[in-house]
C-alpha cells in the first residue's frame, strides 16, 4: 500500500490561463473514494474505504488568490508530483500528474472538473503498477471557501 501517501498528500497545480481569482482564507478539499482497484488488499477493507470521505484544509494566502482555482489544485509537494499537463481555463480544468513510488514506475493521475470562485468538483483517477498488479483509485473531489483568515 505505498500509493496510501501519494494518496493522502496528492489532494489538489499552477494553472497559465486567466485566472478567476478565488478568496483569501482557509478551503477544505473533500475527496471522496469512488472506486477502489488495489491488489493484494483484503475486499472487506475496499468496501469500508468506498464512500469514505477525508477533508484537507488548505490555507490560499491574499497573494496567491489571484491564482484562481490553481492556488487550490496545487498537489501538496510532499507527494513530489510532476506536473505532465495541466489546462484551466473557461470553467473547466485538465490536470495529468505523475507521483513516484519507492519502487516501480510512477503512478498517472489524472484530475478533470469544473471551478469558479466559489471553488472546484471533478474527479481524479490514480492508475499504475504495484508489485501484485494493476491498481486504479477514482476519487472524486469538492473544494469550497469555509472561512475568511487561515488559523495559524
Known amino acids: 500500500m505505498r500509493w496510501l501517501p501519494i494518496l493522502l498528500f496528492l489532494l489538489p497545480s499552477p494553472g497559465v ?6 478568496a483569501p482564507g482557509r478551503w477544505d478539499v473533500v475527496s471522496t473514494a469512488v472506486d477502489l482497484t488495489i491488489p493484494g488488499a483484503p475486499g ?26 490553481a492556488a487550490l489544485l496545487a498537489p501538496d509537494p510532499k507527494a513530489r508530483c510532476r506536473i505532465e499537463s495541466q489546462r484551466i481555463a473557461d470553467g473547466r480544468y485538465t490536470q495529468t500528474l505523475s507521483c513516484p513510488q519507492k519502487k516501480g514506475d510512477p503512478m498517472s493521475i489524472v484530475r478533470a472538473g469544473s471551478y469558479d ?6 474527479r481524479l483517477t490514480m492508475t499504475g503498477r504495484t508489485p501484485k498488479g494493476a491498481l486504479a483509485i477514482t476519487i472524486d473531489q469538492k473544494a469550497k471557501h469555509v472561512a475568511g483568515a487561515c488559523r495559524g
Open 44 to 69: 472487506f477493507l475496499l468496501r469500508m474505504m468506498r464512500g469514505r470521505s477525508k477533508t484537507e484544509r488548505k490555507c490560499v494566502a491574499p497573494a496567491d488568490a489571484p491564482a484562481g482555482v
Open 17 to 22: 490561463a486567466a485566472a478567476q481569482a478565488i
Open 117 to 122: 470562485a466559489d471553488g472546484f468538483a471533478g
